[in-house]
C-alpha cells in the first residue's frame, strides 16, 4: 500500500505553520525597534536552520552506518531513514541562506570573526584567521554540502534501482559507500560544528565541541525516526516492522541519550576542574545568564530517557516513545538555542514570540518534506538483502 498524505496531517501542518508564520510575524512587529533585532533574527534562523538541518544529516550518517556494518534488521525501516535524509537539500539551503546574510553583514555580531574592525583590534582573533576568515570559511561550507548532498543522492538513486533489479551488486556499492561516507563524516561533522556553532565564541575552544555537537544530532535523529515510524504504524504502514524494530530504536534513542549525557558532563567537568579562566568563560556566561535552561536542558535530556526508557516496555510503547520524544526534542532544541544565542547575544537574549515562531515555522516545514519524501517511493525496500532477516527480526 502506497502512502499518501492525509487531508488532517495537511491540516494540522498548514495550521502550525501558518501559527508560526502569525508568531513570527508579530515578533518581528514587535521587536525591530530593538538595538539587536538583526543579530536575534539571524541567530534564530542560525539556530532553527542548522538543528533541523542536523536531523537530515543524523539520518544519513545513520543509513551509512547502517551500510558500513551490513546491518540487517533496520531494512524494514531503510524507507523513513531515507525520508529523513531527503530533508537535507533543503536545510543546507536554508541554512546557506542564514550563513550568506551573516557574511554579508559582516558577521552581523554573531560571528565575530567576520567583522574587520572587530579583528584589527583582537589580537587572538588575528592569531585565529588563517583558519577563521570568511573565504576559507566558504570554502568547508561548500565542501560539507557538496559532499552530502553526492552522497546522499548517490544513496538514494541505488536504492530505488534495487527495487527493480534486485540482487548485490548495487548493495555492496552501498556497503562500499556508506564506509567511504563515514570516513568523511567523522572530520567533516566536528569541523562543521567549528565552523557554524564553536566559532561563535570566538576566543574558545573545546576538543569535545564536534563530538558533543555530533551526540546531539544523532539523538534528536533516532527521536525522529521513531516518531515517523509510529506515525505510519498507526495509519497501517509498514506491516513488517514489528515491536522488536520499535525496540531497537528505542534503545538508540537510549543509548544516544546517554552519550550527549556523558560528553556533556565530561565538557563541563574537565574546565570548570581546570578553572582556567580562558576555558570557563564559555560556562560562566551560560550559568550567570541562562542558568535555569542550561541545567533544565541537561536534566530533560538525562534523567526522562534514563528514567522512563530503561524498561524494555517502554520502548515499545508507541505513547511512551512519542511523549519522551517530543521532550528530547524540546530540549535539544534548547541545546542549540543556548550554544548560539549565548555567543551572539550575551545576556540580552529571551525566548520569545519570535523564537518560538521561528522554530514552529521551520519545524512545519521539515515535517512536510518528511511526509512528501515518503509518498515518492514504496514503504518497503523491495529486493533488499537483508529484508528477509529484518521481516524475522527477534530481539
Sequence with gaps: MEFEITKTAKRNIYIMLAIGLTLTLVGVLTGMKSHHFVTRLLTNGLIDSFFFFAMGLGALFFLSLAYATETGWYAAVKRVIEA???????????????????????GAHVYQWMDPEVVSHDPIIQGKTAYLNPTFFWIRTIAYFACYFIFLRGFRRRSLEEDRVGGTDLHFMNYKKGALFLVFFAVFSSTSSWDWLMSIDVHWFSTLFGWYTFAGMWCTTMVVLIMVTLYLKKLGHLEKVNDHHIHDLGKWAFATSFLWSYLWFSQFMLIWYANIGEEATYFQMRIENYKLLYFGMFFINFAFPMLILMSRDAK???????FIGLIIIGGHWVDVYIMVTAGSMGPTAHIGLL??????????????????????????????????????HEI
Excluded: C, Q, W
Design 84 to 106: 529523513v535524509a531527503g530533508f537535507l537539500p533543503l536545510g543546507m539551503a536554508l541554512l546557506g541562506v542564514v550563513l550568506v546574510i551573516i557574511t554579508a553583514l559582516d
Design 316 to 322: 515499545r510503547n508507541a505513547g511512551i516513545l512519542t
Design 355 to 392: 523564537e518560538i515562531g521561528m522554530a514552529l515555522t521551520v519545524m512545519s516545514i521539515f515535517i512536510l518534506v518528511i511526509l512528501k519524501n515518503l509518498t515518492k517511493a514504496p514503504l518497503t525496500a523491495h529486493n533488499h538483502p537483508f529484508l528477509d532477516e529484518s521481516i524475522h
